[in-house]
């Protein structure tokens, strides 16, 4: 047991120290951050539920919202390229058999996900003890939670290595980002769908009684209820945790993706390479298509946002009548143009130093060209796919909508076309080559402005124009857009990235003395604990005020 310990303590650190040692900022980590800011959520909603929820739904729904957030935050911890290449080179020659790297792996996984959920866990705990003046109920949550969290990032962790096996690294990081942004959207507004039946019969839940049965935080739920009469519902997540640990083990580790690598280009790139002119642009629109979704911090900052119309198609048309209203359709479809100011704000930004050079040898590179580029690659593959994807779920899940339902899909997909052209009109540098998030961000203010003019626009094409009237302005939207295809930008200024992201080498800001404290995992295990402690004062404080 001692190498997959040293081998998980290796890790840790890394995980701990790394950044901060990398770039010459200290021996501190941002765990204990993480920890309040979640222990302060999960305070904060437990408060909402407390003390009128029964038990039941109570612990149900604390457990289910941990469960969700953690999961979620699972999904977009990337490591970096260098470190998944050497912790390949290092398992692929370390004398470790395939269950010892599994147990490692899962104990590694398991370290930060454990202190964050517990950290989670704490407030409502605390309450729940209150609600049903059991002091056992707290250390019994505690465990319930982190049991939970742990399926759920075991199941999604396999899940993810089984896709690496076979599709890649590029592709499964894309197929968990997307998944990301479907738990951001719609797992997050089906769960607070679900908040109004807290009261009710389980029937009353937009799931249903039956997939109940399949979700851990409702078993550890009835079994907080009555620890002994439901004793077998802890075994059963126990057994099924074993089972994904063994599976784990069985999952081969992801090659280099070369047989991911040999396949077809697929139809977004097919469709950029047919609305790209031939040339420069088109070797500028691929690289930032390719960066869109290759790219871990374009992907963490952006790809939540494709959540929000997931969010917005369940609150409008999720009712399963078929039945919605036009106006709100009409700007439902719009969420696409709504946030390319959004994407297009984020995208010169790299992941690392020094990925201008790329640029910085391409000589007399016109600004013209790479904001033409930039705009048709967010056409292709943000714009279509995403505009494609809402308008089938509209037509499914609303089909009452009709003729005027295409009709202000027609009009939205335009509208977005033409305003990814003005999003990236002023583009400050060629897309992923500033690394420096540089002192000033992007003007949040006039992002929301132009966003919301969108959504006016979607609600006055529904509201105030004829059907017949509708048709006519899509169908001179949808010209204006095609026009604007076939017209490539002018040419513009000269783009000179030489310094615009010079490669530089960090390097500590002192060196270390005997007064400074070296790095320690048992400091940061210490600074945790007394973080627990300050987080359970508030909750006690709650309880003891508003206890039934």
């Known amino acids: 047991m001692n190498k997959p310990l040293a081998l998980v303590h290796a890790w840790l650190a890394l995980d701990f ?5 990398r770039d010459g900022k200290g021996h501190a980590s941002t765990l204990t951050t993480t920890i309040f800011a979640q222990s302060f959520l999960a305070l904060a909603f437990a408060a909402l539920l407390y003390p009128e929820t029964p038990r039941v739904p109570f612990a149900a729904a604390n457990l289910s919202l941990s469960t969700l957030l953690l999961a979620i935050g699972t ?22 058999t395939p269950l010892a790297v599994a147990t490692a792996r899962a104990l590694h996984a398991a370290f930060a996900l454990l202190l964050v959920t517990a ?54 990081a894309l197929a968990m980002g997307t998944l990301k942004a479907a738990l951001y959207g719609g797992g997050l507004v089906l769960f607070a769908r679900s908040l109004p039946a807290l009261d009710a019969d389980a029937e009353a839940l937009p799931i249903g009684r039956a997939t109940l049965a399949f979700l851990p935080p409702y078993h550890a739920a009835k079994w907080l209820a009555a620890p002994i009469a439901e004793a077998w519902r802890p075994l059963a997540l126990l057994g099924a945790g074993a089972g994904l640990w063994l599976a784990a083990a069985l999952v081969r580790d992801g090659g280099d993706g070369s047989a991911a690598a040999k396949r077809s280009a697929g139809p977004l790139l097919a469709l950029l390479r047919r609305i790209t002119p031939a040339g420069p642009s088109r070797g500028v629109a691929e690289f930032t298509a390719i960066g869109i ?21 369940f609150l409008v048309v999720g009712s399963g009548s078929g039945v919605a209203d036009p106006r709100l359709v009409a700007v439902l479809l719009q969420t696409p143009a709504m946030y390319l100011p959004f994407l297009a704000a984020f995208l010169p930004r790299a992941d690392q130093p020094g990925a201008s050079w790329l640029f910085a040898h391409a000589p007399g590179l016109d600004a013209g060209t790479v904001r033409d580029a930039a705009w048709r690659a967010l056409v292709s593959h943000v714009v279509a796919p995403v505009g ?44 992923f080559t500033v690394a420096a998030e540089g002192e000033t961000g992007p003007d949040l203010g006039a992002l929301m402005v ?9 609600f006055a094409f529904a509201a105030w124009l004829p059907p017949a009237l509708q048709w006519l302005v899509a169908g001179a939207a949808l010209a204006l857009a095609v026009a604007a295809l076939r017209r490539p930008r002018a040419r513009g200024d000269t783009i000179d990235v030489a310094d615009a992201d010079a490669p530089t080498t960090a390097t500590p800001t002192s060196a270390p003395t005997a007064d400074a404290a070296a790095p320690s995992l048992r400091r940061e295990l210490r600074a945790i604990g007394v973080l627990y402690a300050l987080t359970s004062l508030l909750p006690l404080a709650i309880g003891a005020l508003f206890a039934p």
């Open 17 to 21: 120290f790394g950044d901060a040692r």
């Open 450 to 458: 132009s966003s919301m003019a969108l959504g006016v626009a979607g």
């Open 293 to 313: 979704w290759r790219s871990p911090g374009y992907r963490v900052r952006v790809l939540p946002l494709l959540g929000i119309p997931a969010a917005l198609v």
């Open 119 to 172: 950290g989670m866990a704490l407030p409502p705990a605390i309450l729940l003890a209150f609600l049903v003046g059991d002091p056992l109920q707290i250390p019994l949550y505690v465990a319930c939670a982190c049991l939970c969290s742990g399926l759920a990032a075991g199941a999604l962790g396999l899940c993810a290595r089984a896709l690496d096996a076979w599709a890649g690294p590029d592709r499964t």
């Open 388 to 431: 494609v994807a809402l308008a089938l779920a509209v037509a499914w899940l609303a089909p009452g909508a009709g003729g005027c339902g295409v009709a202000a899909s027609l009009f939205a997909s335009a509208l977005a076309v033409l305003a990814a052209r003005a999003a990236v009109a002023a583009l400050p540098a060629p897309p």
């Open 75 to 96: 999904l977009g911890a990337e490591g970096r390229p260098e470190r998944r290449a050497a912790d390949a080179v290092l398992l692929r020659t370390a004398p470790l």
